[in-house]
């Protein structure tokens, strides 16, 4: 009769688990029988409180942004309802994205902006960081900026279209009017012909529809955290990084000789988030060639939908 092996004497096989944050773990186990227990990331979805807060934030920025139109155009609800439309879309681009490939994201948070010209600060979603390849950070970048613009696009169309030309002087000193990206000049260049000269297109609508190009634009911006710094590390990988501290280099310079100060804010966040990209779980997952032909025509919107000078005051 055979002899049978000791279950005592197996030999023990190591495994080492590598997680995409970059942590191993040595798992052993006895002959070819697997580990009684896997390390796993935690993939809990969003929390009832994180609902809440989306839901209060939502609201506020919704009377912020209904103030806005109220005191600016009497309007509230003409700026207040494409504004939000817009934002909504752009961060659901994101999450929904984020639900495709499974990782776990928070709910849009609206950040209200009172006594601003905008009444908003645009809108955010919290994902887990080192949970997407490449192909998967592409699209969850990509996804927002594009559904923000299948809104913002028609809104700023049916905006130029139901203007009221003003004349220049007869805006008040203390009134802020918001610069026409080139985007903007060629929709209005394209549904009313030439810029009315020595006026103004008031309109709730279509100002609501440059908030949306706006902020496409500002997020687009291809530095750290930011959709376009998303977008950028996918295509070039670390060179990436030269590219964004080049920008914010260029950026301090341009502020410092023109004295226009008006992105400080925003460029002191960027830095303090981090201007350089942080790597995937797998950053030669392959994009294909689709989506690098779409990133290289998303990326330089920025030329077209963003203005140095966004916001003026008087005519």
């Known amino acids: 009769m055979p002899e049978q092996p000791d279950p005592q004497s197996r030999t023990q096989v190591e495994e080492i688990l590598i997680f995409p944050d970059g942590r191993t773990v040595k798992v052993s186990g006895g002959g070819t029988s697997p580990p009684t227990q896997r390390p796993q990331f935690r993939n809990s979805g969003p929390t009832r409180k994180q609902y809440l807060w989306s839901l209060g934030l939502f609201l506020v920025t919704c009377y912020t942004t209904w103030s806005v139109g109220d005191s600016r155009y ?24 984020s639900l495709i490939y499974r990782v776990p994201a928070t709910p849009p948070f609206f950040i209200p902006m ?12 919290v ?12 699209d969850i970048a990509i996804a927002g ?12 169309i049916y905006g130029a279209a139901t203007a009221q030309a003003v004349p220049v002087d007869q805006i008040r000193s203390d009134e802020f009017q918001f610069i026409a990206p080139p985007l903007m000049k060629w929709i209005v260049w394209g549904v009313r012909g030439d810029w009315p000269a020595g006026m103004v297109l008031e309109s709730a609508i279509l100002d609501a529809g440059w908030v949306g190009i706006f902020i496409t634009a500002l997020n687009l911006i291809p530095i750290g955290q930011l959709d376009g710094g998303h977008i950028l590390y996918t295509l070039l990988g670390r060179k990436a990084h030269y590219v964004a501290g080049a920008l914010i280099a260029g950026a301090l310079a341009y502020m410092f000789i023109t004295g226009n100060l008006t992105f400080m804010l925003m460029l002191f966040l960027i830095i303090m988030m981090g ?4 790597p995937t779980s797998n950053d ?13 025509i998303t990326l330089p919107f920025i030329f077209i939908g963003f203005t140095p000078t966004p916001i003026v005051i008087g005519g």
């Open 284 to 296: 030669r997952a392959p994009l294909g060639w689709f989506r690098v032909v779409l990133g290289c």
């Open 145 to 156: 900026p594009l559904a923000g613009l299948v809104l913002a696009i028609p809104v700023c």
């Open 127 to 138: 994902k887990q960081g080192g949970r997407e390849d490449r192909k998967a950070l592409f």
């Open 275 to 278: 201007p350089y990209h942080p």
């Open 74 to 97: 009497s309007d509230g609800f003409g700026y207040m309802i494409p504004v939000m439309a817009i934002l909504l879309a752009h961060e659901m681009g994101h999450y929904i994205a």
């Open 114 to 125: 009172p006594y601003s010209p905008l009444g908003t600060f645009g809108a955010v979603i």
